[in-house]
């Protein structure tokens, strides 16, 4: 069992930056790929990005290329996302997710955190 929290989230103007992080206990964190994924009122949650267990490759849905990054610290067992030129788009609530795999779909994750919210304002 991994048990995962994210804080970071909050209020931002568009075009400001948040950075949400997301701390991992439990089995071996380095043993799992990590990912981001949110939800949005009325959507399905979706894929934002992923990165392998190694931090050697990084995922990013379309909609958050060049904008968000995403990143590791195995000996902190914490994984980042940086997110810079918000959009009011970008309003959802933001889980941090663990699979045995690489993924980079919703449901290919195994085990997810609470979330935390981020409203961004036009």
């Known amino acids: 069992q991994v048990r995962l929290v994210e804080s970071g989230g909050g209020l931002v103007q568009a075009g400001g930056s948040l950075r949400l992080s997301c701390a991992a206990s439990g089995r071996t964190f380095s043993n799992y790929a990590m990912g981001w994924c949110r939800q949005a009122p009325g959507k399905e949650r979706e894929f934002v990005a992923g990165i392998t267990w190694s931090g050697g490759r990084t995922y990013y849905a379309d909609s958050v290329k060049g904008r968000f990054t995403i990143s590791r610290d195995n000996a902190k067992n914490t994984v980042y996302l940086q997110m810079n030129s918000l959009k009011s788009e970008d309003t959802a609530v933001y889980f941090c997710a663990a699979a045995f795999t690489m993924a980079t779909r919703t449901n290919e994750y195994d085990y997810w955190g ?8 036009s």
């Open 114 to 121: 609470q979330g935390t919210q981020v409203t961004v304002s």
